[in-house]
């Protein structure tokens, strides 16, 4: 009995990874295609819902070490920009007219986003892998992060 229990929850682990299983064996990548592919498949398995937000980083590095943690720091940007991030824009139009060359305008746009200090508690890393990549590393890391209620 306790065999069949553990076949159903292994095939069920299997089941929920999904197309993650196919990077098991993998350790290269060869290519802008195939970054691609890892990238799609490695990033879009889970999705945030409204208490969980996950979150993708990656890091390429030739320090194996340096490459996780630009992923690790990567993915909880991406989360603290989730939770508490500001939008700053700023326009500015300026009309100059001469009588030699009439009118002027001249119009500047700028937009930000900014993640001021936010404190990330209690977040899991829950998929941690690198892969060698033209004599370098490349990390993907994906993080949970889960708001209190």
């Known amino acids: 009995m306790r065999f069949l229990i ?27 295609p195939d970054l691609i592919s890892t990238y799609a498949t490695i ?11 996950y979150s993708c980083g990656s ?3 030739s320090d194996l070490d340096l490459a996780r943690n630009k992923a690790v720091l990567q993915a909880k940007t991406n989360i603290a920009d ?3 991030s500001t939008v700053l ?7 100059v007219e001469t ?13 930000s986003s900014q993640v001021f200090e936010t404190t990330l508690n209690k977040y899991q890393i829950i998929y941690d892998k690198s892969f060698y990549e033209s004599g370098k590393y490349r990390s993907f890391v994906i993080i949970k992060y889960t708001i209190d209620s």
């Open 82 to 84: 989730k939770i508490s």
């Open 59 to 61: 890091g390429y590095s």
């Open 6 to 32: 553990v076949v159903v929850a292994t095939l069920g682990l299997f089941n929920c990874s999904g197309n993650m299983a196919k990077l098991e064996d993998k350790n290269t990548i060869n290519g802008g």
């Open 99 to 111: 009588t030699k060359e009439g009118v002027n305008k001249k119009f500047d746009s700028n937009s």
């Open 89 to 95: 824009k700023n326009e500015k139009e300026s009309i």
């Open 43 to 53: 990033c879009n398995e889970y999705k945030s819902t409204d208490k969980e937000f």
